[in-house]
């Protein structure tokens, strides 16, 4: 049984180096242009509240893969706090996982890799 993959975009480096400590295979949309099984997609929010152009437009061609997404922001945006999770999430009816800020804490770590875990289950 393989695990679920990670979909990430990271401009900054912010989601890289989180999907780093992350115990998961991944793929950056950057260097794959698609994808043809189920992933869990991790994004940051820009512009205070925007999801990021390539992730949009990524989506396009392989939302149908998608089973969940994970946000990541900065607090200091207040309720724009990793709002394209909540876009993308609104707009493909897949769960809202979890939020992290910036390149996110041991903590949110665990909790990131316990969530995927679980998602895990849903494909099983």
Do not use: H
């Not at 869990?40 to 997404?69: A, C, D, H």
């Not at 707009?91 to 800020?101: A, F, I, M, R």
């Amino acid at each position: 049984m393989t695990k679920i993959k990670v979909a990430f975009y990271s401009m900054g480096g912010n989601t890289k180096s989180f999907v780093k400590k992350l115990d998961v295979e991944s793929v950056d949309i950057l260097t794959e242009p698609s994808v043809s099984e189920p992933f869990i997609l991790l994004t940051p929010t820009y512009f205070f509240g925007q999801v990021p152009e390539k992730v949009g437009s990524w989506l396009v061609n392989n939302g149908s893969y998608m089973r969940g997404v994970i946000g990541f922001g900065n607090r200091n945006w207040g309720s724009n706090f990793g709002r394209a999770a909540d876009i993308i999430s609104d707009s493909y009816g897949v769960p809202l996982l979890d939020k992290v800020e910036m390149r996110g804490t041991d903590e949110d770590v665990r909790r990131v890799n316990e969530g995927i875990a679980s998602c895990q289950a849903w494909r099983d």
